[in-house]
Antibody, heavy 120, light 111 residues
Framework: EVQLVQSGAEVKKPGESLRISCKGS????????ISWVRQMPGKGLEWMGR????????NYSPSFQGHVTISADKSISTAYLQWSSLKASDTAMYYC?????????????WGQGTLVTVSS | QSALTQPRSVSGSPGQSVTISCTGT?????????VSWYQQHPGKAPKLMIYDVSKRPSGVPDRFSGSKSGNTASLTISGLQAEDEADYYCCSYAGSYTPVVFGGGTKLTVL
């Protein structure tokens, strides 16, 4: 069974750093992209960027480039999303999702989401 | 890359059909046959309902169908059921630089 299991909810203060994770199982982790998607409270889905776990090549949305870092450790089938200095506006639910290596491939499996709350 | 345009809300009675539109540009929806649709119930992760404009993943009821004309894609749900009440998001390939763009989402209410 394909599963993407994300790390638990986080409560942080502005300026703190954070790394959340997404562990894949039930499939070949290095055969699919992993993307990260943000959903701010009461708002829609926003694509942040993706990583090819086989070589850690990344692709970011211009809206998120420079604000977050996406990485992966293929030895433990885990992708990461990290911030070096959180802001209150980073408060959101973050989803990871996998998609095949092809143009326009859909997100066929999603993680359960990680809620990040940034508040002083 | 701007988000794709969807109506904020649509509604229908059980058994009826509803259509949700998703308007983009020739750089995304109109340029590729890579439109997908996702259903999201409150507090849950999105679920893939349609991909490549009109293909259904295994397990998705055939009440859900997709189409595209020009720069506008559409999701049609026929024979509405109470469990179809959810938010729906369209998504399109938008080129190699920013490969993914989502719509703003549509809240479907089953009356």
């Amino acid at each position: 069974e394909v599963q993407l299991v994300q790390s638990g909810a986080e409560v942080k203060k502005p300026g703190e750093s954070l790394r959340i994770s997404c562990k894949g199982s039930g499939y070949s982790f290095t055969s699919y992209w992993i993307s990260w998607v943000r959903q701010m409270p009461g708002k829609g889905l926003e694509w942040m960027g993706r990583i090819d776990p086989s070589d850690s090549y990344t692709n970011y949305s211009p809206s998120f480039q420079g604000h977050v870092t996406i990485s992966a450790d293929k030895s433990i089938s885990t992708a990461y999303l990290q911030w070096s200095s959180l802001k209150a506006s980073d408060t959101a639910m973050y989803y990871c999702a996998r998609h095949p290596y092809s143009y326009g491939s859909p997100f066929d499996y999603w993680g359960q989401g990680t809620l990040v709350t940034v508040s002083s | 890359q701007s988000a794709l345009t969807q109506p904020r809300s649509v509604s229908g009675s059980p058994g009826q059909s509803v259509t949700i539109s998703c308007t983009g540009t020739s750089s995304d929806v109109g340029g590729y046959n890579y439109v997908s649709w996702y259903q999201q119930h409150p507090g849950k992760a999105p679920k893939l309902m349609i991909y490549d404009v009109s293909k259904r993943p295994s397990g998705v009821p055939d009440r859900f169908s997709g189409s595209k004309s020009g720069n506008t894609a559409s999701l049609t749900i026929s024979g509405l059921q109470a469990e179809d009440e959810a938010d729906y998001y369209c998504c399109s390939y938008a080129g190699s630089y920013t490969p993914v763009v989502f719509g703003g989402g549509t809240k479907l209410t089953v009356l």
